[in-house]
């Protein structure tokens, strides 16, 4: 059966402070060390669970703040990146680059921030899909015609055919997009048993 976005429908109920603002990339083989690596980042201790990783990127996050912090674990051949507050996944100055040689899926949303969420996929430095998560008619990339239907199905919004749901429905499809993309499906179980290796890198 096809993942819809009912799949992911818990992530905002389950998972509220991380809703409020959050990255999630995945990176096709590129183990956690060298990811950070190619964000330019440096190591920080680990965290277990997202809840501990939301507290410490908060606990960090200031009006002088220059870098941006995340957890990373690898998930079969993919790896994991989660970023509380943080947009380096959908940032293209930074994930063009870093997806060389690899596939590179991110979504993003900011709840304070009116129309801010985005999907990005990247592969080996080119941009093949971007969009905004609540307005899916600016679809832009070299493969922006491939995934309409697609998008379409997961319940993303277009204009000409707005609907009361889907604004409650840009967040789960996204990740049920991403799961389209990869073949990973992330759990309830996984952002809150898992123990992430941990970074910061320069935001811009």
């Known amino acids: ?8 429908m818990w992530f905002g109920e389950d998972f509220p402070d991380l809703a409020e603002s959050y990255c999630i990339t995945l990176v096709h083989n590129v183990p956690p060390d060298e990811l950070l690596i190619r964000l330019g980042g440096q190591s920080a201790p680990e965290v277990n669970g997202v809840d501990a990783l939301v507290d410490t ?8 703040i220059t870098r941006t912090y995340f957890g990373m674990t690898t998930l079969g ?20 680059p870093a997806s060389a040689g690899t ?10 921030a009116s129309n801010d969420g985005s999907f990005l996929w990247a592969e080996d430095t080119e941009l093949r899909i971007r969009f ?3 307005e899916a008619d600016y679809l832009t990339g070299t493969r922006a015609g491939d995934l309409v239907d697609v998008i ?18 840009a967040v789960p499809a996204a ?12 759990t309830p179980a996984l952002l809150q048993d898992t123990t992430f290796i941990c970074g910061t890198a320069e935001f811009r």
């Open 1 to 8: 059966m096809a993942t819809t976005a009912a799949d992911y």
């Open 103 to 112: 596939r590179w899926i991110s979504h993003y949303d900011n709840v304070s």
């Open 152 to 169: 379409r199905r997961l319940g993303f919004a277009f204009s000409e055919e707005p609907t009361e749901t889907d604004d409650n429905l």
């Open 57 to 64: 990127a908060y606990d960090l996050w200031g009006p002088s």
């Open 175 to 186: 990740f049920a997009l991403a799961e389209h993309l990869t073949g990973i499906r992330i």
């Open 77 to 96: 051949p993919w790896t994991l990146m989660i970023e509380p507050n943080g947009w380096h996944g959908v940032n293209e100055e930074k994930a063009l």
């Open 132 to 134: 905004e998560l609540r």
